[in-house]
């Protein structure tokens, strides 16, 4: 049963200890097969953390547990405080309850504007919000966020950030283009969402192990592309402490081609690795043919 990895908050429920004992002098294949069956309809899925949950263990109008919820009003919270506003939890989601998103809440704009209508009453406030955000932010057609104005160029209705992640994007569908390496601009994108460097990107080990593992779970990928890196990371600290060859380093990480040869790259701000890193896309056993 237990490689069903059902995580043991669950196990402990009363929901799931008593759904298992109506079931325990089943078979183990009949047990496992009436237990997956439970789990698809008496649990859900968050939409955060990807562990299955009771529902009533779920924020009520949403599918994201209340773990995820205590930790995202958590981070708002610091977010907020780096901005010189110091607000407790519950205050934070008194303003969440009106809709507002994360992007708009963290930002010095609203927050001088909430500090003037803050005493006002539920029906009041939420008057004054939906006039402030009509007035002062602009809904991006490209990430679906509600930005506050200042984040778009005039009379545009995509933020300034999906237009640098566009160029980005550009420049390394070009470079990849021209090492005729085939990855699409979406998977491109699915990458920088999770915040990975140009670097890291263009790295052939770095992405055979994102095509094996692109159809998981955008946190389960993550997990994986993440543990890759810092592996990567610790088999190069350990072989620069020692006294290599010349040959022996050039087994470490390799980029697969440097935004430096590429001739429009005027616009690509990310970093790059070490010089030492070898341009090998261009090998024949390199394969990033797989789509999605």
Do not use: H
């Amino acid at each position: 049963m237990w490689d069903l990895q059902i995580r043991m908050k669950l196990v402990l429920t009363e929901d799931f200890l008593g759904a298992f004992f109506e079931r325990k002098d089943l078979s183990d294949k009949k047990l496992k097969e009436e237990i997956e069956d439970w789990l698809k309809q008496e649990t859900i899925e968050c939409n955060d953390c990807g562990n299955r949950k009771l529902p009533y263990i779920l924020k009520i109008g949403t599918e994201i547990c209340e773990n995820c919820e205590q930790k995202e009003l958590l981070e708002l919270k610091d977010d907020l405080e780096k901005l010189d506003y110091e607000m407790d939890i519950s205050e934070i989601q008194r303003i969440r309850d009106f809709r507002i998103s994360n992007s708009v809440i963290t930002t010095t704009e609203f927050m001088e504007k909430y500090a003037q209508i803050i005493d006002l009453d539920e029906k009041e406030l939420r008057i004054q919000f939906y006039e402030w955000m009509n007035e002062n932010t602009t809904f991006c057609d490209e990430c679906g966020i509600r930005w506050i104005n200042n984040r778009f160029d005039e009379e545009k209705t995509k933020c300034k950030n999906c237009e640098i992640d566009e160029l980005r994007i550009k420049n390394l569908k070009k470079i990849c283009n021209n090492a005729k390496v085939e990855i699409m601009e979406r998977e491109l994108l699915r990458l920088i969402s999770m915040i990975y460097t140009n670097g890291e990107i263009l790295d052939q080990e770095f992405i055979e192990v994102f095509q094996k593992n692109k159809n998981n779970l955008e946190k389960n990928l993550k997990q994986i592309l993440d543990k890759f890196l810092n592996q990567r990371a610790g088999v190069k600290d350990s072989k620069s402490s020692g006294n290599k060859s010349d040959n022996e380093e050039s087994d470490g990480s390799k980029e697969i081609l440097s935004p430096n040869n590429d001739d429009n790259n005027e616009n690509f701000e990310e970093p790059q690795k070490e010089n030492d890193e070898e341009n090998i896309i261009n090998r024949p056993d390199f394969d990033s043919s797989e789509r999605f």
